[in-house]
């Protein structure tokens, strides 16, 4: 099974970032822009949180708050789930599903962000590898 480094590739793509200061919907039209789910949010290089499609549709839209008068601090989620670069795609699945959560960030040893993953990530890795056992086993049937 391959480790979160090797997921990531040699030269892994940084992952789209906002700031707290950000309003919710200049991270939303990010988020359109580019077909993706989440942002890191980052304050002076460091993570500070994470911005999320469900964080929007529980705290903004269900409260009756505004997008564009809500900055991203208000409803980011603080307490961000993370995995390292040795750890396994079934470790990422299974904290991901564990805890309900379809984006990880993968941080380095010194807490520097070098990627992040998606539960489709995960899954299409998953039934690569899987693809991958079945064809050696029919060839090992078949010889």
């Keep these: 099974m ?23 919907f200049s991270a939303l039209e990010l988020m359109a ?13 460091q993570l500070a949180g994470i911005f999320s499609e469900r964080d929007y549709a529980r705290k903004v839209i269900l409260l009756g708050k505004s997008s564009k008068e809500t900055l991203v601090r208000e409803i980011m989620t603080e307490k961000v789930l993370y995995a390292l670069p040795e750890q396994t795609v079934d470790q990422a699945m299974a904290l991901m599903t564990e805890k309900r959560i379809r984006h990880l960030p ?3 040893a010194s807490k520097k962000v070098i ?3 998606s539960i489709g990530d995960l899954v299409k ?12 086993l029919e ?3 078949a010889s």
Excluded: C, H, W
Aim: glycine fraction near 8%; avoid cysteine.
């Design 139 to 141: 060839q090992y049937i």
């Design 125 to 136: 890795e998953t039934i690569s590898e899987q693809r991958f056992l079945i064809q050696q």
């Design 33 to 45: 822009r580019n077909d993706i789910g989440a942002l890191l949010v980052m304050r002076d290089g």
């Design 115 to 117: 990627g992040m993953v």
């Design 106 to 108: 993968i941080l380095d």
């Design 2 to 24: 391959k480790s979160m480094k090797q997921l990531l590739g040699p030269t892994p793509r940084v992952p789209l970032t906002v700031g707290p200061d950000d309003s919710v």
